[in-house]
């Protein structure tokens, strides 16, 4: 056997190595946000005389931040698609496309968290609040670092082409996006819509 095979076949090992390491952090991912809900289906109702989330809560507005998620993930689907047809300059397309919906995700929740702190709704005034800020700003903070992923995954793309391994990693970034997806319908169903209704 060549040395060229047993290094193909090593990286192939590697890659789905990788990929199973991925899974089991979506995982943990999965049950730090199980969590999250919990304490705020707990804390939901504790607004310690504070604003609660009928005071507090726009649904138009949470729409348009689903809406842009939804959008982001049907992108990132289509990025996914021009890997598969060896589209280097699509794929970049459509990364960018996707990382300005993220961006513009996080500026409506950012803007979103300050207006309520300007209200004097901050995490410090209540459980319900504490609860709602630590839930919603984890599912931020997962959406930052993977608008981080995608500038990174870009750049590899630029410079490396749409090898195996920047392949494995586009693929692994596309699950982490779309769970992002998934955990938001959760936070829309469970906190904005209960919230208003």
């Known amino acids: 056997m060549s040395a060229a095979i047993i290094l193909e076949e090593e990286e192939k090992h590697s890659l789905h190595s990788r990929e199973f390491g991925f899974w089991i952090y979506l995982m943990t991912d999965a049950v730090i946000f199980a969590l999250l809900f919990a304490t705020y289906a707990v804390l939901s109702e504790n607004s310690a005389a504070g604003p609660t989330s009928k005071e507090l809560f726009d649904l138009s507005r949470t729409a348009v931040e689903t809406g842009l998620l939804?959008?982001?993930?049907?992108?990132?689907?289509?990025a996914n698609i021009a890997l598969m047809n060896d589209q280097k300059g699509r794929v970049v397309q459509w990364l960018f496309v996707t990382l300005l919906l993220g961006f513009a995700f996080l500026a409506m929740e950012l803007s979103e968290f300050a207006g309520m702190i300007e209200k004097g709704?901050?995490?410090?005034?209540?459980?319900?609040?504490?609860?709602?800020f630590t839930l919603v700003g984890t599912h931020g903070l997962h959406v930052a670092f993977g608008a981080l992923g995608i500038v990174v995954m870009i750049g590899q793309i630029m410079v490396k082409g749409l090898t195996p391994p920047v392949r494995s990693r586009l693929m692994r970034l596309g699950l982490f996006w779309h769970f992002l997806d998934i955990v938001w319908i959760g936070i829309f169903s469970a906190v904005y819509l209960p919230g208003v209704l």
């Open 70 to 78: 939804l959008v982001s993930s049907l992108t990132f689907g289509m």
């Open 121 to 132: 709704a901050g995490p410090e005034v209540s459980g319900f609040l504490s609860a709602f």
